[in-house]
T-cell receptor, first 113, second 111 residues
Framework: DQQVKQNSPSLSVQEGRISILNCDYTNSMFDYFLWYKKYPAEGPTFLISISSIKDKNEDGRFTVFLNKSAKHLSLHIVPSQPGDSAVYFCAASASTGTYKYIFGTGTRLKVLA | ETGVTQSPTHLIKTRGQQVTLRCSSQSGHNTVSWYQQALGQGPQFIFQYYREEENGRGNFPPRFSGLQFPNYSSELNVNALELDDSALYLC??????????FGPGTRLTVT
């Protein structure tokens, strides 16, 4: 039973355009969400977070949107750059003492120059 | 500010052996979480330590155990290694746990 799903294994976007990465979750107890970027042979790098009290959080070129009723979140990268090419993971947790993050399987983003 | 470090980088062990992986948390962080990442999958939560006490565990058998030390560094121990234990093991440190910062990982191969 996969509680966090990233249904697109891969995505290609032209440099300068918007990249939109999607994530769905099933557990209504989840109220804290993280996005990570991962390059080969490195650990995941934290990008941006959002809690369920917000529906949007922005940090530079990265914006995360949360739709609680649809149990859906998305990461927007604008403008996309070749250095953004990596695997992106979303992760979700319930804030019940232990932040036990459940990760999706990742989306491989390729930004074409 | 020093980030999260892990050692060793790579490790090859034989089925049935035991292994210890190490993690130094980021300065000021009091919580360490361990994850297992199999090829093509997202990281899976093993357990979390907060101020030297286990603070939550995922669906891993008891042969996966851990420790956290007074300086908040941590160890992951795996006994009776199985072939399926081959994976990238990641530790993440955090303050109050909600934003977790990962180390580079230890690649374990069990033959």
């Amino acid at each position: 039973d996969q509680q966090v799903k990233q249904n697109s294994p891969s995505l290609s976007v032209q440099e300068g355009r918007i990249s939109i990465l999607n994530c769905d979750y099933t557990n209504s107890m989840f109220d804290y969400f993280l996005w990570y970027k991962k390059y080969p042979a490195e650990g995941p790098t934290f990008l941006i977070s959002i809690s369920s009290i917000k529906d949007k959080n922005e940090d530079g070129r990265f914006t995360v949107f949360l739709n609680k009723s649809a149990k859906h979140l998305s990461l927007h990268i604008v403008p996309s750059q070749p250095g953004d090419s990596a695997v992106y993971f979303c992760a979700a947790s319930a804030s019940t003492g232990t932040y036990k993050y459940i990760f999706g399987t990742g989306t491989r983003l390729k930004v074409l120059a | 500010e020093t980030g999260v470090t892990q050692s060793p980088t790579h490790l090859i062990k034989t089925r049935g052996q035991q292994v210890t992986l190490r993690c130094s948390s980021q300065s000021g962080h009091n919580t360490v979480s361990w994850y297992q990442q199999a090829l093509g999958q997202g990281p899976q939560f093993i357990f979390q330590y907060y101020r030297e006490e286990e603070n939550g565990r995922g669906n891993f058998p008891p042969r996966f155990s851990g420790l956290q030390f007074p300086n908040y560094s941590s160890e992951l121990n795996v006994n009776a290694l199985e072939l399926d234990d081959s994976a990238l093991y990641l530790c993440a440190s955090s303050l109050q746990a909600y934003e977790q910062y990962f180390g580079p990982g230890t690649r374990l191969t069990v033959t």
